[in-house]
T-cell receptor, first 111, second 115 residues
Framework: KQEVTQIPAALSVPEGENLVLNCSFTDSAIYNLQWFRQDPGKGLTSLLLIQSSQREQTSGRLNASLDKSSGRSTLYIAASQPGDSATYLCAVKGGNTPLVFGKGTRLSVIA | EAGVTQFPSHSVIEKGQTVTLRCDPISGHDNLYWYRRVMGKEIKFLLHFVKESKQDESGMPNNRFLAERTGGTYSTLKVQPAELEDSGVYFC?????????????FGQGTRLTVV
């Protein structure tokens, strides 16, 4: 059974700092991994999708990496801004299985 | 293009009552998923439709939950009768195909509170 763990559970950083969010999963037989952002009271916004054959994906200040064999992914946020404050969720998808989510990392960027 | 939309955004009902949640997927998306997040836990899968057929309903907690997707368009999730532990945020997602490169798009969720 796939399990996804996200560390840390919460993180507070000053504006401008670069930061890394971690995600690990127990079953390396995944099809893809997706990073989401959730703002309070809002839905999930997809940030990056990494297919199992890929090592990383970039979008603006965000860079996500995937090491399937070790069951790890990281989300790197460069030059953090207060608007980046949100909960970041990692989810993995198997072949015919649905997305399995971690509990998320709650990020606060202090101005 | 409209995203995944869910109705209502909030619902407060008494224990024992019935509630129906609705999800309109992105037009043309055959795959529709329901997920739920209860307080302090991770988001968990409930079920998956491919068009109007239930592909996987292994995450449905019990027979008080009934999901339908008549005509393969919008879907409803009915909870009858609701219990206190059903409180949480119910998310709907859709995707075009179920392959490896398919991105799942989520709605804003319905926050259900059972009192």
């Amino acid at each position: 059974k796939q399990e996804v763990t996200q560390i840390p559970a919460a993180l507070s950083v000053p504006e401008g700092e670069n930061l890394v969010l971690n995600c690990s999963f127990t079953d390396s037989a995944i099809y893809n991994l997706q990073w989401f952002r959730q703002d309070p009271g809002k839905g999930l916004t997809s940030l990056l999708l990494i297919q199992s054959s890929q090592r990383e994906q970039t979008s603006g200040r965000l860079n996500a990496s995937l090491d399937k064999s070790s069951g790890r992914s990281t989300l790197y946020i460069a030059a953090s801004q207060p608007g980046d404050s949100a909960t970041y969720l990692c989810a993995v998808k198997g072949g015919n299985t649905p997305l399995v989510f971690g509990k998320g990392t709650r990020l606060s960027v202090i101005a | 293009e409209a995203g995944v939309t869910q109705f209502p955004s909030h619902s407060v009902i008494e224990k024992g009552q019935t509630v129906t949640l609705r999800c309109d997927p992105i037009s043309g998306h055959d795959n529709l998923y329901w997920y739920r997040r209860v307080m302090g836990k991770e988001i968990k899968f409930l079920l998956h439709f491919v068009k109007e057929s239930k592909q996987d309903e292994s995450g449905m907690p019990n027979n008080r939950f009934l999901a339908e997707r008549t005509g393969g368009t919008y879907s409803t999730l009915k909870v009858q009768p609701a219990e206190l532990e059903d409180s949480g945020v119910y998310f709907c997602a859709s995707s075009q195909v179920a392959g490896s490169d398919t991105e799942a798009f989520f709605g804003q969720g319905t926050r259900l509170t059972v009192v």
